[in-house]
């Protein structure tokens, strides 16, 4: 298989280079009218920013790399804090890889193995990449190191609020927490406590304890938040048998579910069921439910001893859906389907009947894909020749907004859980979705996100990169009325048939499509909706997201040192109306997961004794014969 690899790397140039300056917060001009609602609080979001980037002809992908944080502070000033001028902010994440490699001049390339290798790699590419994480990872405890890493994650994915606490997120470590509005790191959390908390713990936390302590506590990227009791909901996928761990955190001191239980911490409950390991970015969790993706995307280290790639999808494989009560993962029900590959859940909610029997359902809305071809395509490789597959299991290439209903079998019924519904709600492509935050785990009327005119997020051309040139507002709950009412063909059938084309053609002002156009080369990121203080709808408030304008390029499609980006706050009623626009000291990268930061959070949270910081280098032990020992080793390593 071509490894696809150019010069430069389509994810490594443009607006998808990594940012080489980070800024404390920078007043920033504006036009526009900045809603009240935004006053004090803070848009930050997530993505990767690889800081060793000297090797152009590396295997890169748009997955790896450091984690950023790059947020706007709207913060209160003049008589009674009634004016509001915006302030940006970019740090990186000062996980232990990045402090290691800050610095070392020995690393050409990051330190952990680029998911392209693990993708297309040959089995010595991969053995190669991965000896030289686990040599650099343990000559890191020596003297001279400029930090020892105890943790793998790079924190690069997704940003969420517990607690008292902002983390920033990856599935290969614990969350790591960040200051607001500062964004300084101030230490990795375990579900107890975070480092430099004057808190003291004795029980653990995320991982246990034991050898395995380990990969249990790897955390997924889009751990949930229940908007009611305030529980940190979260999936832990490992390689090794059970393969999935479950956690539940309630707020300290607010021990209550849903249901009135007093309730402690959850940790490393094991999730029965699941039969090989898989990449899981994403689940889904209801009021009251949760659901698990055991779908035919394998992550599983074993494979490179048979010669197979690390990560790979497997299109004969079914897709398996597990649905259990939030605290009972013992009484799991699985469900099946046809392949498929979802990294992103919209939302999730229960729904009960009553007629000669009571039934409960659980729905879930997901960005579904029909292979995963993001996974090459985001690494600029060839897919792999697609395996032959039963004509009933083939599907044209495609991401949709997707519905699944899940109704629960009665305890003891002894039957096989079935599926109810299963079809696409809309033909357009659509990819990193949100919904109203108060809405979420219940019956959320709207979703937003992202969609393009050109070839979409899952087909990118080899050497092209995906970039998102409309942003969309879909009303499932007309959609799903339609659908259940005039049931299109299940799995493969779509509700709404419309191409984009022929939903910007639409007069329509109650279409439950709504598209917002970017501008002629400028293109936007995952948006976040933020509502109006006492709105009249559920969409009454404004969509925030970052853009860029790419008739800044040069000749090579790079950006130079001047070119800039903004955050533009959208009318979310009419996905028409730019009510105001930031402009930015600087660009922001193309990158992954933002979340609102409201001036209540940022007020409320946890006391904290230190934040972390670089090593000086009269802090680093140079002379020593050991330590000179590690710096000829991490030269030969490069």
């Not at 950023?68 to 502070?73: C, D, I, Q, R, T």
């Not at 690393?107 to 392209?116: A, D, I, V």
């Not at 492509?429 to 005119?453: H, K």
């Not at 959208?570 to 990268?589: K, T």
Request: with cysteine; charged share 20%.
């Amino acid at each position: 298989m071509a490894d696809g690899c150019r010069l430069p790397h389509p994810y490594l140039s443009g607006n998808f280079a990594p940012i080489k300056r980070t800024r404390l917060l920078t007043r920033c001009s504006h036009t526009g009218d900045i809603p009240a609602e935004l006053a004090g609080g803070q848009y930050v979001r997530n993505g990767a920013n690889p800081l060793t980037n000297d090797d152009p002809s590396r295997h890169a992908h748009w997955f790896d790399g450091d984690g950023m944080l790059s947020g706007v502070l709207f913060q209160r000033t003049g008589n009674n804090a009634h004016r509001i001028e915006p302030h940006f902010v970019n740090q990186y994440v000062l996980t232990d890889v990045f402090l290691n490699a800050k610095d070392n001049r020995n690393l050409q390339r990051p330190l952990l193995p680029s998911m392209s290798t693990l993708i297309s790699g040959s089995l010595l590419a991969i053995v190669l990449a991965v000896g030289r994480a686990i040599i650099l990872v343990i000559t890191s405890r020596l003297p001279g190191s400029r930090k020892a890493i105890r943790k793998m994650s790079v924190a690069n994915t997704g940003v969420v609020y517990h607690d008292g606490r902002a983390l920033a997120t990856c599935e290969s470590g614990p969350p790591i927490r960040f200051l607001l509005p500062s964004l300084e790191t101030i230490g990795w959390y375990n579900g107890r406590k975070a480092e430099n908390e004057p808190y003291e713990y004795e029980q653990a936390g995320f991982g246990g304890s034991g050898p395995m302590g380990f990969m249990r506590e790897w955390t997924t990227g889009h751990p949930r938040v229940d908007p009611v009791t305030k529980e940190l909901i979260s999936i832990h996928a490992v390689f090794v048998k059970p393969y999935v761990f479950y956690s539940i955190v309630p707020p300290a001191g607010k021990m209550t579910s849903r249901t009135g239980h007093q309730l402690g911490p959850v940790f490393d409950v094991p999730i029965p069921g699941v039969r090989s390991p898989k990449m899981m970015h994403d689940f889904g969790v209801a009021a009251r439910h949760t659901v698990i993706l055991d779908l035919p995307l394998s992550l599983n280290p074993m494979h490179c001893i048979l010669g197979k790639p690390v990560i790979s999808f497997d299109p004969a494989e079914r897709s398996r859906f597990g649905v259990f009560p939030r605290h009972e993962p013992h009484k799991i029900q699985w469900f099946e389907t046809n392949q498929c590959v979802i990294f992103h859940t919209a939302n999730c909610w229960e729904t009960t009947s009553v007629g000669s029997t009571t039934e409960t359902c659980v729905h879930l809305v997901a960005c579904r894909l029909t292979s995963a071809s993001v996974v090459y395509s985001a690494g600029a490789l060839s897919p792999p020749v697609p395996k032959a597959v039963p004509t009933e299991y083939a599907e044209e290439e495609q991401c949709r907004l997707y519905y699944y209903s899940f109704p629960l079998l009665e305890n003891g019924s002894g039957g096989q859980p079935i599926i109810r519904n299963q079809w696409a709600l809309s033909a357009i492509p659509f990819e990193f979705p949100t919904v109203s935050p108060q809405c979420s785990m219940s019956a959320a009327r709207f979703v937003y996100g992202c969609s393009m005119g050109s070839p979409s997020f899952y087909s990118a051309a080899l050497g092209k990169t995906a970039k998102i040139d409309y942003l969309a507002k879909i009303d499932i709950e007309r959609l799903i009325a339609q659908g259940t009412a005039h049931p299109p063909q299940q799995i493969k059938g779509c509700v709404d048939k419309r191409t984009i084309a022929e939903v910007m053609q639409s007069v329509d002002a109650n279409d439950p499509i709504k598209l917002f156009q970017m501008p002629e080369r400028w293109y936007a990121q995952e948006p976040r909706f933020v509502a109006r203080r006492d709105a009249a709808s559920e969409d009454d408030g404004w969509l925030l997201t970052y853009v860029f304008d790419e008739s800044q390029l040069d000749g090579k499609g790079e950006c130079g040192e001047d070119a800039v980006s903004e955050l533009w706050v959208i009318d979310a009623r009419n996905m028409r109306d730019i009510v105001a626009r930031i402009y930015l000291p600087q660009r922001v990268p193309y990158g992954l997961h933002g979340a609102w930061f409201s001036e209540g959070d940022i007020a409320g949270q946890r006391p904290f004794e230190a934040v972390r910081h670089e090593p000086a280098k009269d802090e680093l032990d140079l002379s020593g014969p050991i330590s000179r020992m590690r710096d000829v080793i991490e030269k030969m390593l490069g």
